[in-house]
T-cell receptor, first 112, second 113 residues
Framework: GQQLNQSPQSMFIQEGEDVSMNCTSS?????WLWYKQDPGEGPVLLIA?????ELTSNGRLTAQFGITRKDSFLNISASIPSDVGIYFC????????????FGQGTRLTINP | NAGVMQNPRHLVRRRGQEARLRCSPM?????VYWYRQLPEEGLKFMVY????????ESGMPKERFSAEFPKEGPSILRIQQVVRGDSAAYFC???????????FGPGTRLLVL
């Protein structure tokens, strides 16, 4: 089935550092979404990308939809302690309401 | 506007029992999705429903699992004769018609003893 490869699997950084993570796929996706999951909670939507090449920001977060439609990255600038959690990329192969395919997640740990 | 509601948040069952997980979508959302998450893994799609219709059940195990989204009331994910391998977090998401953005509930953590 479809699969998203997300890297890195985990990151250990100092507070204030910038963070970058990415997702790649062998298949084309029409929509890319980035979620954050805190322990014991459901994923919370951070950024949604709908067009190839699109670059979107949400505060300190920036994400891009790759021009080939097979990849996306998420950057977090000037990390703070509340950024700790697991970040997931997710893609949809068709437009409109469709199932999401998730990456394996990137676990972010921040040393104060 | 309340978010996606799921209950119970935690459910403990013995092998062979039935588990019923409930999901109330956000107001105005007519599409419901169920996902399963094993520890240290991403979410895996199970089923996509609209009111009174199953649209895509390609991720549902062939046996023991069923889902419904009746005209009135919450969506139900039902697992019959649970086994230890069913232990996982089950998440529900909802979306308005014809949009890509899915909003997730807090999940139900199922533990099978």
């Amino acid at each position: 089935g479809q699969q998203l490869n997300q890297s890195p699997q985990s990151m250990f950084i100092q507070e204030g550092e910038d963070v970058s993570m990415n997702c790649t796929s062998s298949s084309i996706f029409n929509t890319w979404l980035w979620y954050k999951q805190d322990p014991g909670e459901g994923p919370v939507l951070l950024i949604a990308l709908y067009k190839a090449g699109e670059l979107t920001s949400n505060g300190r977060l920036t994400a891009q939809f790759g021009i080939t439609r097979k990849d996306s990255f998420l950057n977090i600038s000037a990390s703070i302690p509340s950024d700790v959690g697991i970040y997931f990329c997710a893609g949809q192969m068709l437009q409109g309401a469709q199932k999401l395919v998730f990456g394996q997640g990137t676990r972010l740990t921040i040393n104060p | 506007n309340a978010g996606v509601m799921q209950n119970p948040r935690h459910l403990v069952r013995r092998r062979g029992q039935e588990a019923r997980l409930r999901c109330s979508p956000m107001k105005g959302h007519s599409h419901v999705y169920w996902y399963r998450q094993l520890p240290e893994e991403g979410l895996k799609f199970m089923v996509y429903l609209q009111k009174e219709n199953i649209i895509d059940e390609s991720g549902m195990p062939k046996e023991r699992f069923s889902a419904e989204f009746p005209k009135e009331g919450p969506s139900i994910l039902r697992i019959q004769q649970v086994v230890r391998g069913d232990s996982a977090a089950y998440f529900c998401a909802s979306s308005p018609p014809s949009t890509e953005t899915q909003y997730f509930g807090p999940g139900t953590r199922l533990l099978v003893l």
